[in-house]
């Protein structure tokens, strides 16, 4: 499995692209205008104390105050208050706590109103980015993230991630981050140190105790609403959590984001600077790898997916939901159980794929097509887990009901990715919108395939736009031509102008309309076909 992180530098910022095996799998757009992002920290002001959501509100100069709730303070919150208060008098000599002196840890049930003070100054860390009309989320439970460990103050403890299963790794980890590590920090050893050096851990070590120092410099001039320590951007930051073995190249199309790639890399991981490569093509990185194309397709209300179904994705303030369909599947499988699983497995790998590309969080409805049999609904909910495993952000997956739905929770940290993909109907000049254009020939292409391969029709007639017969009939080797030399069947392309762009209609050799791409027509017929299965 090969992993490649393909980077478009634009005026407004970075569109960073992560590919496996050449297909679109996390999109991310890391903004030049926001100031606001998870791992930062703050010199906050407490604005406003909530005894009945025992929380308060600060201001860290975002429009709207940030959310801090009583549970996210951490038990060592007197300390860490007690820390920050003295560095700020200038009390404190140096950033280590090797002297420093721990409060009564926090009581894990309290009342807000008994540590908060409106007007008080309070260090705070973002853990939720703002999301719709709601400002960030955030804690004083500090953490600084490295490639291999986080490093967590006003703690003692070590601990190893759940995904490292080896018992004599997990106590040779433990062991090696106990003699280098500072006294009264914490330590959460990540997934990717295992089988990792000494020097290479240590190494990871410095960089964020040189955290640690930075914020405790800052902190000591910091005004409030500062930004005292921050984060590294989306970019860096997609490269520490997953720079492996499997990670192919690294490819960005600006000088500077080249060098600060390189310098980066050189910092967390000499021996993999060969992967940077820099893109110099007149053709733009995303045309040339075939990305700008497949963000078109995958980011619309409805999903194709692959090897047959299509999903419907509506978002709305609660929840997401998402309508399974079978499409020109349904009838194609004699056995109704086995279509409705058929189609189900497939789609169960798209919409993990989905959540994760949108990064969608919250509450997830995933409604199937209805399958009688529980076993049925265990493979389909298996095949979900399965391939969420590789999803790095938190989530629950609930088993499916008799009904057919599947309810998923996922963390949500930043707001969801949401890419355009209507464009202005050449034929109406804008008063409707239709699908994404540069989808229909690859709609074209399945549908001949299907025809012609699994339902052995021959003699058939595709009659579309001046456009997209010009598209298929010209050159001299046309596609028209490629699609005999494939099948050994020869398709008739008619030129038919009152057909819209994206719109198309298939017929046999009787003459007897098969498939139709026609709006309303369209959509009429795919619901039909998936009454059949329910029924």
């Known amino acids: 499995m090969s ?22 799998i996390e999109y991310h757009f890391d903004r030049n205008d926001t100031n606001y992002s998870v791992g ?138 106990a003699s280098i590590k500072p006294e009264n920090f914490g330590v959460i050893i990540r997934t990717v140190a295992e089988g990792r050096e000494v020097a290479e851990l240590d190494k990871d070590m410095q960089d964020m105790v040189a955290k640690w120092e930075q914020l405790y410099s800052t902190l000591r001039t910091a005004k409030p609403n500062d930004k005292v320590l921050g984060e590294l951007g989306r970019t860096s930051s997609m490269v520490r959590d997953m720079l492996n073995e499997s990670f192919d190249s690294i490819t960005v199309d600006a000088p500077a984001m080249y060098d600060e ?73 004699n056995d109704q159980e086995a279509t409705a699983l058929m189609i189900n497995m497939l789609a169960a790998k798209e919409v993990a794929r989905q959540l994760r590309l949108r990064d969608m969080g919250g509450i997830i409805v995933v409604d199937f097509i209805d399958m ?26 609930l088993p499916i009901t008799k009904f057919g739905l599947l309810q998923i929770t996922r963390q949500r940290v930043r707001p969801a990715e949401n890419i355009v993909t209507g464009e202005v109907c050449p034929t109406c000049g804008g008063t409707g919108k239709i699908s994404a254009s540069i989808q229909v020939t690859d709609d074209i292409d399945n549908s001949i395939d299907d025809l012609l391969v699994n339902q052995n029709q021959s003699g058939i007639t595709l009659s579309v736009h001046p456009f997209l017969y010009a598209y298929y009939t010209k050159g001299l080797i046309s596609r028209q031509m490629k699609w005999y030399l494939k099948y ?25 309309e098969i498939q139709l791409r026609s709006s309303a027509a369209a959509m009429s017929r795919l619901q039909d076909r998936e009454v059949e299965i329910v029924d």
């Open 40 to 177: 930062d920290i703050f010199l906050g002001t407490v604005k406003k104390v909530m005894p009945g959501l025992n929380a308060a509100f600060v201001d860290i100069g975002y429009e709207k105050d940030a959310f801090l709730h009583y549970g996210d303070l951490g038990e060592q919150f007197p300390s860490f208050t007690k820390w920050a208060r003295t560095v700020q008098s200038g009390r404190a000599p140096s950033a280590g706590l090797e002297k420093f002196t721990f409060e009564p840890v926090l009581e894990k049930v309290g009342k807000a109103e008994s540590v908060f003070k409106k007007g008080q100054q309070i260090v705070v860390q973002i853990i939720k980015e703002p999301i719709s009309t709601k400002g960030p989320r955030v804690s004083t439970d500090i953490s600084m993230a490295g490639r291999y460990l986080v490093l967590m103050p006003f703690s003692n403890t070590i601990s190893v991630s759940k995904k490292i299963v080896s018992k004599g790794e997990r106590d040779r980890l433990k062991r090696l981050i």
């Open 488 to 512: 050994y069947k020869w398709v008739k392309v008619v030129n038919d102008s009152s057909l819209g762009l994206t719109d198309y209609r298939i017929e046999d050799e009787r003459g007897e």
């Open 372 to 397: 009688r049999s529980g076993e049925s609904r265990k493979k389909v909910e298996d095949a979900v887990r399965d391939v969420m495993k590789l999803d790095k952000a938190k989530y629950t997956v």
């Open 3 to 24: 992993n490649e992180l393909v980077i478009n530098s634009t005026q407004e910022g970075e569109r960073i692209a992560l590919l496996q095996d050449k297909r679109l």
């Open 261 to 333: 790639m390189r310098d980066y890399l050189q910092k967390i991981a000499p021996d993999r600077l060969g992967l940077l490569k820099l893109h110099n093509s007149k053709i733009k990185i995303f045309e040339q790898t075939g990305i700008e194309k497949q963000l078109k397709t995958l980011f619309g209300k409805t999903v194709t997916v692959p090897g047959g179904g299509y999903l419907v994705i509506e978002h709305t303030e609660a929840l997401h939901v998402i309508d399974v369909n079978s499409g020109s599947k349904s009838n194609q499988e």
